[in-house]
């Protein structure tokens, strides 16, 4: 049978009628198995209404991620790929020295921050680690996230 033929047949498309699906353990599914208050670090979010909240941390884990587990209003407009300001959020000083520098990717998103600070840093980049156990880090009261500002794409 030659192979045009063979990749024209229409027994090869046949749908069958019992589908094998299979699961894979959360274990394998990066960091999304971890529940709330597991870990040994702890971080301290200061909402943009002025509320404390403690959250227990893991290593590797970034302020969003956090926020996101622990369903504390920090928006993330571009989901983390570090194309936006939106989680943008603001650090202890001391904590600050202890951080990795910002790349410069990340300074040219913090520029487009509302209200940037000395310490200001995007949430999606702060990884936690044992130095920084016990930050504390504010959420600032507002954002620039254009598409929720009103604005509307044009193309150019």
Do not use: W
């Amino acid at each position: 049978m030659s192979l045009l033929r063979l990749f024209t047949t229409k027994t090869l498309f046949k749908p069958t009628s019992v589908r094998a699906f299979s699961t894979t353990p959360s274990m394998f599914h990066g960091k999304s198995g971890i529940s709330r208050g597991e870990g040994p670090y702890t971080v301290h979010f200061i909402t943009a209404e002025g509320e404390k909240i403690d959250v227990k941390a893991t290593e590797g884990d970034t302020m969003l991620d956090l926020a996101q587990r622990y369903d504390i209003e920090l928006e993330c407009a571009c989901e983390g790929s570090l194309a936006c300001s939106t989680c943008h959020v603001i650090c202890e000083p001391e904590y600050y020295d202890k951080m990795e520098e910002p790349s410069d990717e990340e300074n040219d998103m913090l520029d487009l921050a509302f209200g940037l600070t000395e310490t200001s840093r995007l949430g999606c980049q702060v990884e936690m680690n044992d130095e920084l156990d016990g930050i504390t880090v504010r959420i600032p009261s507002a954002t620039r996230n254009l598409r929720v500002d009103g604005s509307k794409p044009t193309h150019h």
